[in-house]
DNA sequence: CTGAGCACCTGAGGGC
DNA sequence: TGCCCTCAGGTGCTCA
């Protein structure tokens, strides 16, 4: 589900909720085990805390506290949502309860997610969030900077900008979609891409995160932002999962193949290299 | 180091 | 209706 524009519209419903600066009274963990064990303990001792903000890196939501940081990851399923007292939701795993009386639920059926804490002071050291690529968004993610880290790359282009190592928050949904907008085909490998179509693809990536943004993210299935509101980017996606429609430039049929185990889309004559 | 393959988990949807 | 199969927005492991 989640990429980055829609880990930046859970990232901004919460921060809304988080604007009064809230105590973090108690973390109610209705199980230990997402992706990976929670480190109990440490996520205690953050009870009782004061929210500070909420920020995002990659995929990842950053809650800073007066005490410690706490790190989600939405895997593939997950959800931030108010949940009211009697809205309680099979998979719900976790529940923040806070001192504006309002319950925050973590809900995430496959349990590809992650919660657990961060270093507030030093992040990059965390483990999760060093090694990270360049935030898309930012002004250090340029064509050049894109290009000089393909060079060496063997793997296709997709794969490449998929890489969070390369470029963060680009998921399965948008490099199929940026590549379309840059008419590059997702096979070609990344380091046979000229420097000047690497200027074009990181203006694409950039447009197609922003238009996805501000469509408030895409909601395939799982996806809803904090108030329980779907994304309509999905009705504007021009190659994801339209295998066999007729592409919106060109007319041609679109084409779906599996590339590094995921599934991409592409227009064989929009991006025949 | 890289890249390919696969595991992790539940649910939805298609075919029969 | 129901069973079986495939596939799904991500990440991180092992292996070559």
């Given at each position: 589900?989640?990429?980055?524009?829609?880990?930046?519209?859970?990232?901004?419903?919460?921060?809304?909720?988080?604007?009064?600066?809230?105590?973090?009274?108690?973390?109610?963990?209705?199980?230990?085990?997402?992706?990976?064990?929670?480190?109990?303990?440490?996520?205690?001792?953050?009870?009782?805390?004061?929210?500070?903000?909420?920020?995002?890196r990659a995929?990842y939501?950053l809650?800073?506290?007066?005490?410690?940081g706490?790190l989600?990851?939405?895997?593939?399923?997950?959800?931030?949502?108010?949940?009211?007292?009697?809205?309680?939701?099979?998979?719900?795993?976790?529940?923040?309860?806070?001192?504006?009386?309002?319950?925050?639920?973590?809900?995430?059926?496959?349990?590809?997610?992650?919660?657990?804490?961060y270093d507030?002071?030093q992040p990059t050291r965390s483990p999760r969030l060093e090694n990270l690529?360049?935030?898309?968004?930012?002004?250090?993610?340029?064509?050049?900077?894109?290009?000089?880290?393909?060079?060496?790359?063997?793997?296709?282009?997709?794969?490449?900008?998929?890489?969070?190592?390369?470029?963060?928050?680009?998921?399965?949904?948008?490099?199929?979609?940026?590549?379309?907008?840059?008419?590059?085909?997702?096979?070609?490998?990344?380091?046979?891409?000229?420097?000047?179509?690497?200027?074009?693809?990181?203006?694409?990536?950039?447009?197609?995160?922003?238009?996805?943004?501000?469509?408030?993210?895409?909601?395939?299935?799982?996806?809803?932002?904090?108030?329980?509101?779907?994304?309509?980017?999905?009705?504007?996606?021009?190659?994801?999962?339209?295998?066999?429609?007729?592409?919106?430039?060109?007319?041609?049929?679109?084409?779906?193949?599996?590339?590094?185990?995921?599934?991409?889309?592409?227009?064989?004559?929009?991006?025949?290299?």
């Amino acid at each position: 589900m989640p990429e980055l524009p829609e880990v930046e519209i859970v990232r901004r419903g919460l921060a809304e909720i988080f604007a009064s600066r809230p105590q973090l009274v108690r973390i109610e963990l209705l199980r230990r085990d997402l992706r990976d064990p929670m480190p109990v303990k440490k996520l205690k001792a953050l009870e009782g805390a004061q929210i500070l903000a909420v920020h995002r890196r990659a995929k990842y939501l950053l809650i800073e506290t007066d005490r410690g940081g706490l790190l989600s990851h939405l895997g593939m399923t997950g959800t931030w949502r108010v949940a009211p007292l009697g809205q309680e939701l099979l998979h719900d795993h976790i529940y923040l309860h806070l001192s504006t009386g309002e319950r925050l639920a973590y809900r995430d059926p496959r349990r590809f997610g992650i919660f657990e804490t961060y270093d507030v002071l030093q992040p990059t050291r965390s483990p999760r969030l060093e090694n990270l690529g360049p935030e898309p968004l930012d002004r250090e993610f340029s064509g050049a900077s894109l290009w000089n880290s393909l060079r060496n790359r063997k793997s296709s282009i997709k794969a490449a900008i998929m890489d969070q190592k390369i470029v963060v928050g680009v998921g399965n949904i948008y490099a199929s979609e940026a590549l379309f907008l840059a008419r590059i085909k997702p096979s070609l490998a990344a380091d046979k891409l000229s420097r000047l179509r690497a200027e074009g693809l990181v203006e694409n990536i950039v447009a197609v995160l922003q238009s996805a943004l501000a469509a408030g993210g895409s909601s395939i299935s799982d996806f809803r932002n904090s108030q329980g509101d779907s994304g309509y980017f999905q009705n504007q996606f021009k190659v994801y999962d339209r295998q066999t429609q007729a592409c919106v430039v060109c007319n041609s049929k679109i084409k779906a193949q599996t590339l590094a185990g995921r599934s991409t889309f592409w227009c064989p004559r929009c991006q025949r290299v």
